[in-house]
């Protein structure tokens, strides 16, 4: 069981807008940044957002990231077939002492 | 350009030991923290641990907590995860990542190396 809670699917059709919801606590979301990761499938992850709303370089602007309490939000407009993927959320957990993630979110491009 | 190449996975059996070395390269090593995490196959990501850029302190995942040390050597751009009585669930592979997961983010990744515990 995660420490932050992700839906395990999602879908939507090629051109729409989807969003991912990550929840959490005070003790990790709430008092640390949040960052999201993409995983297609056989390769390994790649950072999409970091400090709960900015972009890496090369990461295109139809990926959003925001935060608000102890949730966090990842937004993808004019979805492709090239998004399909687990997509994940991840910080720190001060009560922890350690990261944690959640348990991730498939995204199916119908 | 970032490139992290681990190595050191393999076949062990339970209670033994293995050491897994990431040797990186395209950025200034001693600059940044540097982190473990893995995945079991069909599953989700989990963090194992973490080192700043010193090297000073040391953070783990209660399932490694005291079975697993982290380390690095900033002479020779090197991380390792030494990994002492491994158990079966600790089957995955393995990601050598640059950056803190809430700080930079974890914003490159290796291409992972695959740790199979079983008899």
């Known amino acids: 069981q995660s420490v932050l809670t992700q839906p395990p699917s999602v879908s939507a059709a090629p051109g729409q807008k989807v969003t991912i919801s990550c929840s959490g606590s005070s003790s990790n979301i709430g008092n640390n940044y949040v960052s999201w990761y993409q995983q297609l499938p056989g390769t390994a992850p790649k950072l999409l957002i970091y400090?709960?709303?900015k972009r890496p370089s090369g990461i295109p602007d139809r990926f959003s990231g925001s935060k608000s309490g102890t949730s966090a939000t990842l937004g993808i407009t004019g979805l492709q077939t090239g998004d399909e993927a687990d997509y994940y959320c991840g910080t720190w957990d001060t009560s922890l002492s350690a990261g944690v993630f959640g348990g991730g979110t498939k995204l199916t491009v119908l | 350009e970032v490139e992290l190449l681990e190595s050191g996975g393999g076949l062990v059996q339970p209670g033994g030991s293995l050491r897994l070395s990431c040797a990186a390269s395209?950025?200034?090593?001693?600059?940044?923290?540097m982190s473990w995490v893995r995945q079991a196959p069909g599953k989700g990501l989990e963090w194992v641990s973490s080192i700043p850029d010193s090297g000073d302190r040391k953070y783990y995942a209660d399932s490694v907590e005291a079975r697993f040390t982290i380390s690095r050597d900033n002479s020779k751009n090197t991380l390792y995860l030494q990994m002492n009585s491994l158990r079966a669930d600790d089957t995955a592979v393995y990601y050598c990542?640059?950056?803190?997961?809430?700080?930079?983010?974890?914003?490159?990744w290796g291409q992972g190396t695959l740790v199979t515990v079983s008899s």
């Open positions: 400090e709960n709303n």
């Open positions: 990542v640059k950056g803190g997961i809430s700080t930079t983010g974890l914003d490159y």
């Open positions: 395209g950025f200034i090593f001693r600059s940044y923290a």
